[in-house]
């Protein structure tokens, strides 16, 4: 399989790169501008709430209410960059590298579960480097599963009806990486892994009667690795009833809830709020949307979902407008990814699933998690400017590959 060439990338000459960057940012149809400007807006909202919700835990632990926001900044810099370079590239010229990019996460998952290695923080070894400058080698899981299926399933189109060539190779892949991944332990990452994966079969057209037999175990799956460990038992009776132990394993659900509730319709004020005040946990990571309800109220909540909703609506017309199967099949996984991971996060604050460590896309504080969703969406946003117009005969199809 040939990827799609980078014109100028190979002379070497800024005038030549200049000249492709102009070409590849040229058409801009009016999918991609609405899909740019929620990206830009969620961000924007991210950047203003971290410094709001971690402004005292900052000061508290390192002398000064900027340090978080610093470091969202400086992430956020660097992810917007990452997004403006992956919405230029041709989106077809990741299939050459997404088994390259499996075996990397592969490895890089293998090496964060050494304990000389990986750093361990809150008894989950899921990090890698040092300092502040920390990565999570699960994020680059999601993107390579997710364009290794895609890549599968399109090269081997005509045999959807053999398990043995598409079916199983994927699940396969899946085991080994999910597995790495629970190690840490992350079972809600794992659990987001199942969900792109689960999300290419579905857009690939894998049986229906395969694909309830998988639902069902992995259902089933899920319901026994969440009573096998007592923490995760104990978040399933949590959210079964949070008031049963308000000051010990319900203190976060409870709190978040005190700060949803005082956030009335408007919200106390953007800064204002008191839950941050050390009586939230991880008001700046995994319950900033509590932080969001009780500052700008009701109607703050409402804007957060709203975006999410449009980010849905436009990642789902792209996919169905993508000009070929596997464009259809990206689109579909990273909307899917980036929306559930949002669903997961806004349900487990407010209370209608299990409390997770998932956070919310593009507005959670985070380095990792933050950039390769913004790469995420850049190749969305790509995928976005090769649409088909209805009614029109489809572009040239995708280059040619070769039969694995």
Not at 30 to 36: K, N, W
Not at 196 to 205: E, F, Q, R, S, Y
Not at 214 to 221: D, N, Q, S
Not at 235 to 247: A, E, G, N
């Amino acid at each position: 399989m040939s990827a799609i060439p980078i014109p100028g990338l190979r002379s070497g000459r800024a005038g030549a790169l200049r000249a492709w960057w102009s070409r590849a940012g040229r058409r801009r149809p009016p999918g991609y501008a609405l899909l740019v400007a929620t990206v830009a807006v969620l961000n924007l909202v991210g950047i203003v709430m971290v410094l709001s919700a971690s402004s005292i835990t900052s000061l508290d632990s390192y002398g000064s209410a900027w340090y978080f926001f610093q470091r969202q900044l400086a992430w956020s810099t660097v992810g917007i960059a990452a997004f403006l370079i992956t919405s230029r590239i041709d989106y077809r010229s990741w299939r050459r590298w997404a088994v390259p990019l499996l075996a990397v996460s592969a490895a890089l998952l293998l090496v964060v579960l050494i304990p000389s290695i990986g750093v361990k923080v809150s008894g989950s070894r899921r990090w890698l480097g040092f300092g502040p400058l920390r990565f999570q080698p699960s994020e680059i899981a999601k993107l390579a599963l997710l364009l290794f299926s895609a890549d599968l399933l399109t090269r081997r189109q005509r045999e959807l009806h053999r398990r043995t060539r598409v079916l199983q190779p994927v699940l396969a892949v899946f085991i080994s990486v999910g597995a790495l991944v629970f190690l840490e332990p992350d079972m809600d990452t794992t659990m987001v892994l199942a969900l792109i994966v689960g999300t290419v079969l579905i857009a690939g057209g894998i049986r229906a009667r395969h694909l309830l037999g998988l639902a069902a175990v992995g259902v089933a799956a899920v319901g026994l690795l969440a009573m096998a460990a007592p923490y995760r038992r104990a978040r399933i009776f949590t959210y079964l009833d949070p008031t049963q132990d308000p000051s010990n394993t319900g203190y976060q659900i409870t709190q978040s809830f005190i700060a949803l509730g005082s956030g009335g319709l408007t919200g106390v004020g953007l800064g204002a709020g008191r839950s941050k005040w050390m009586f939230l946990p991880n008001a700046h990571t995994d319950f900033i949307f509590a932080v969001i309800g009780e500052e700008l109220g009701l109607v703050g909540c409402g804007l957060v979902v709203a975006l999410f909703v449009g980010f849905a609506m436009l990642g789902t017309r792209t996919a169905l407008r993508a000009p070929d199967r596997f464009g259809t099949l990206v689109a579909a996984g990273i909307t899917v990814w980036i929306v559930g991971q949002a669903v997961i996060n806004i349900g487990a604050v407010v209370g209608l699933l299990p409390v997770s460590g998932i956070p919310l896309p593009f507005v959670s504080f985070g380095g990792s998690s933050l950039l390769f969703t913004m790469i995420a969406a850049g190749i969305l946003a790509n995928i976005a400017r090769h649409e088909r117009v209805p009614g029109r005969r489809a572009p040239a199809s995708e280059p040619a590959s070769r039969k694995r």
